[in-house]
């Protein structure tokens, strides 16, 4: 395929970020869906939802989507344009600063929130 | 296999079949198409509100508006067509043992099936209205996020 590490690495990261994501979607789904049996199901499974662990798992989630979305645009405009995979590496790292310039933030938001519940502030 | 190109020429020459080609275009528009509907459903779950208040309520009053129903199924449709073609590539390139292989995706294709059937029950089959209260009704009319 292309050489270079940066390539590789965006490569695999994609998949493993995919699989991730596939994973997370068919539970996300089942679990939402549960709402059909009624409110006492669904307030059952929002109880473990809402732990620390699985809020914090949560935000493996978004950044997995967020890398996978960035790094999907990346693919197309190597697919699609004259220049893409000339400039594939710096692409990558493009992708990095706009994964950091949109989960930063939310991080900030967040994270207090969680911190909140576990009465740590 | 899945296609190695780079380029729609290159994918072209490389696709066995005008179906491989017409997956390989399938992965970039429904990409593109999910970047905006996903990130703004995370926004819109993790941003505007505390993900960890999402009760049943939440969930009875998004699903009771069509507008909603509409973005959640076209969501659903093009993600799990999208991850599951992505997952017929991983397991084409990594499961080397032919049965094996054929397993591995009857089980996972089935489960897809299923999760789709379940997920478009609960926004094109279910009614959620019934069980809101009058005040969420309300908050029903302002607009859902």
Known sequence: M??????????????????????????????????????????RLFAIEHTPFFRVGLLGVIGAVLYHALNGLRIILMDFTGWGVRLQRELWYGVWVLFALFFVPALIKIVPEILHTMGVI | ????????????????????????????????????????HLYMSNILINAGDVDYNYIARRLSNTTWKIYDWVMLSLSLLHGMNGLRYVLDDWVRDASARFWTKMVTYSLAV??????????????????LGESTQLEHGEGTR
Do not use: C
């Open chain 1, 2 to 43: 292309y050489r270079g590490r940066e390539g590789q690495w965006a490569f695999f990261l994609h998949r493993l970020s995919g699989i991730a994501i596939l994973l997370y979607l068919l539970i996300h789904v089942l679990n939402i869906s549960a709402a059909m049996w009624g409110p006492q199901v669904s307030e």
């Open chain 2, 1 to 40: 296999m899945a296609i190695r190109a780079r380029r729609y020429s290159q994918a072209k020459a490389q696709a066995g079949t005008n179906l491989e080609l017409a997956w390989w275009v399938f992965m970039r528009v429904s990409g593109l198409v999910l970047v905006f509907l996903v990130l703004g």
């Open chain 2, 114 to 131: 299923l999760v789709f059937f379940v997920g478009s029950m609960s926004l094109l089959n279910h009614d959620f209205s019934k069980g």
